[in-house]
């Protein structure tokens, strides 16, 4: 969302105040936000906060001394999208027929940027067919409309109408300002660490917590692939539009990976494999023994090195992720050759602010001709979307067209 100019219209629910955190959202991943509130809305939350966590002056009046002439006009032309978060059934009426009496109806009505509305009112309003019909009037022109949450209002009426919660929309509004630059491509990404079952409360595995994988997902669906996630156990919420398939060990990796591959167009393993597996699972907890137990294990499947073999003369772009603590370039490089992929992706994970379990990364990206980015520390996020971005071209150089 860097640099994303967003306008955020807040009209007069209650759930006025859940705005406060989406502009906190927005503002922390570097868009640039302002706020046009109503009359109402400005009864429940002071527009100070929305200055204050904007850092922007919020307009509330049409005629605010505060305002400029023609900000109802400029606002929804040099914007990139407007959130209208919560939108009230009088706001989603007023924009239906196109009345425009205050400023954020006005800027609405004026506006060129795409608009993202977000119901919040008490079940029966959402309900009513009047409402019903008017969020339909606005989808049919392109308006985006997010769904309610269900469950109890402040009203305390159960039912559907609590404004989504605001990561929910932050995803949405990403989704929409992004570029669709992999419509039309079919991204295969593993993501998480494996399980090994030793007996039925033990296993083996490793530190990885899949959010590098998940990253990945994210952004290439983002950016309008068409996405399969293979995911080993993890405790992070399945992308927004992402297919995900769950497994366990890496033996059931590799039987979902395979079963996707010939219909992908990327795959990007960022899965952290178990090499062994115990070579025989307990059906009983094992019990304890001697001072020195031996553990006798069994090679896993390389599932990427056989992706490598099955690729053939395929259009498809493999990628692999190299976890090191040593001789990061040189190992990393062995994989690739070994492994025929078209590029790796080193990190080494004995850093504290790069590998598992954090949300930045710093990586070192290898190519089968030798070169070799270095981008510096960033967010997950953005390393995924530098990966993307370079298997993209390497697809597109290959296919010698733009797709
Ligand atoms: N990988 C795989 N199947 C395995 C092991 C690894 O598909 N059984 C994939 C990983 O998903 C990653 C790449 O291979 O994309 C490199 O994984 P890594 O663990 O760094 O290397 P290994 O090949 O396992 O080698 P080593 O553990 O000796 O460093």
């Given at each position: 969302?860097?640099?994303?100019?967003?306008?955020i219209?807040?009209?007069?629910?209650?759930a006025?105040?859940?705005?406060?955190?989406?502009?906190r959202?927005?503002?922390?991943?570097?868009?640039?936000?302002?706020?046009?509130?109503?009359?109402?809305?400005?009864?429940?939350?002071?527009?100070?906060?929305?200055g204050?966590?904007?850092?922007?002056?919020?307009?509330?009046?049409?005629?605010?001394?505060?305002?400029?002439?023609?900000?109802?006009?400029?606002?929804?032309?040099?914007?990139?999208?407007?959130?209208i978060?919560?939108a009230?059934?009088?706001?989603?009426?007023?924009?239906?027929?196109?009345?425009?009496?205050?400023?954020?109806?006005?800027m609405?009505?004026?506006?060129?940027a795409?608009?993202?509305?977000?119901?919040?009112?008490?079940?029966?309003?959402?309900?009513?067919?009047?409402?019903?019909?008017?969020?339909?009037?606005l989808?049919?022109?392109?308006?985006?409309?997010?769904?309610?949450?269900?469950?109890?209002l402040?009203?305390?009426?159960?039912?559907?109408?609590?404004?989504?919660?605001?990561?929910?929309?932050?995803?949405?509004?990403?989704?929409?300002v992004?570029?669709?630059?992999?419509?039309?491509?079919?991204?295969?990404?593993?993501?998480?660490?494996?399980?090994?079952?030793?007996?039925?409360?033990?296993?083996?595995?490793?530190?990885?917590?899949?959010?590098?994988?998940?990253?990945?997902?994210?952004?290439?669906?983002?950016?309008?692939?068409?996405?399969?996630l293979?995911?080993?156990?993890?405790?992070?919420?399945?992308?927004?539009?992402?297919?995900?398939?769950?497994?366990?060990?890496?033996?059931?990796?590799?039987?979902?990976?395979?079963?996707?591959?010939?219909?992908?167009?990327?795959?990007?393993?960022?899965?952290?494999?178990?090499?062994?597996?115990?070579?025989?699972?307990?059906?009983?907890?094992?019990?304890?023994?001697?001072?020195?137990?031996?553990?006798?294990?069994?090679?896993?499947?390389?599932?990427?090195?056989?992706?490598?073999?099955?690729?053939?003369?395929?259009?498809?772009?493999?990628?692999?992720?190299?976890?090191?603590?040593?001789?990061?370039?040189?190992?990393?490089?062995?994989?690739?050759?070994?492994?025929?992929?078209?590029?790796?992706?080193?990190?080494?994970?004995?850093?504290?602010?790069?590998?598992f379990?954090?949300?930045?990364n710093?990586?070192?990206?290898?190519?089968?001709?030798?070169?070799?980015?270095?981008?510096?520390?960033?967010?997950?996020?953005?390393?995924?979307?530098?990966?993307?971005?370079?298997?993209?071209?390497?697809?597109?150089?290959?296919?010698?067209?733009?797709?």
């Amino acid at each position: 969302m860097k640099g994303k100019r967003i306008v955020i219209g807040v009209s007069g629910g209650i759930a006025a105040y859940k705005a406060a955190e989406l502009v906190r959202l927005l503002v922390r991943e570097e868009a640039l936000v302002q706020v046009a509130m109503t009359a109402n809305a400005a009864r429940f939350v002071s527009p100070l906060t929305f200055g204050a966590l904007s850092g922007n002056r919020v307009v509330s009046h049409m005629f605010d001394e505060a305002a400029g002439a023609m900000d109802h006009i400029s606002w929804g032309q040099d914007s990139d999208l407007i959130i209208i978060a919560p939108a009230t059934a009088n706001v989603i009426a007023k924009i239906a027929h196109g009345i425009a009496d205050d400023f954020l109806t006005t800027m609405t009505l004026a506006a060129t940027a795409r608009i993202l509305v977000c119901p919040a009112m008490n079940t029966r309003m959402y309900e009513n067919q009047a409402t019903q019909e008017n969020l339909a009037v606005l989808q049919r022109r392109g308006i985006f409309v997010m769904e309610p949450g269900a469950g109890q209002l402040a009203c305390r009426e159960e039912g559907p109408g609590r404004l989504p919660e605001p990561a929910e929309i932050v995803d949405e509004a990403r989704w929409i300002v992004s570029k669709q630059d992999l419509a039309g491509l079919q991204v295969l990404v593993t993501a998480g660490a494996t399980h090994e079952p030793m007996d039925p409360v033990r296993y083996i595995s490793n530190r990885s917590t899949g959010k590098m994988g998940y990253a990945v997902a994210t952004m290439a669906r983002t950016r309008g692939a068409s996405v399969k996630l293979v995911t080993g156990p993890t405790s992070l919420p399945v992308p927004r539009g992402v297919e995900a398939e769950r497994v366990t060990t890496a033996v059931e990796m590799r039987e979902a990976v395979v079963k996707h591959f010939a219909a992908s167009d990327i795959v990007v393993m960022a899965a952290a494999v178990s090499d062994y597996r115990p070579h025989a699972t307990k059906d009983q907890k094992i019990k304890k023994g001697p001072e020195i137990q031996t553990l006798e294990l069994v090679k896993n499947p390389d599932i990427l090195a056989e992706l490598g073999t099955l690729k053939g003369k395929r259009n498809c772009v493999l990628v692999g992720f190299a976890a090191e603590t040593e001789d990061l370039l040189a190992n990393a490089e062995k994989k690739l050759r070994d492994k025929n992929l078209d590029m790796i992706v080193a990190n080494d994970v004995s850093r504290e602010d790069a590998g598992f379990a954090v949300d930045t990364n710093e990586v070192k990206i290898l190519f089968r001709d030798g070169k070799v980015e270095s981008p510096p520390l960033m967010k997950k996020e953005e390393v995924a979307d530098l990966v993307l971005d370079q298997a993209k071209t390497l697809r597109e150089g290959r296919s010698g067209h733009g797709k």
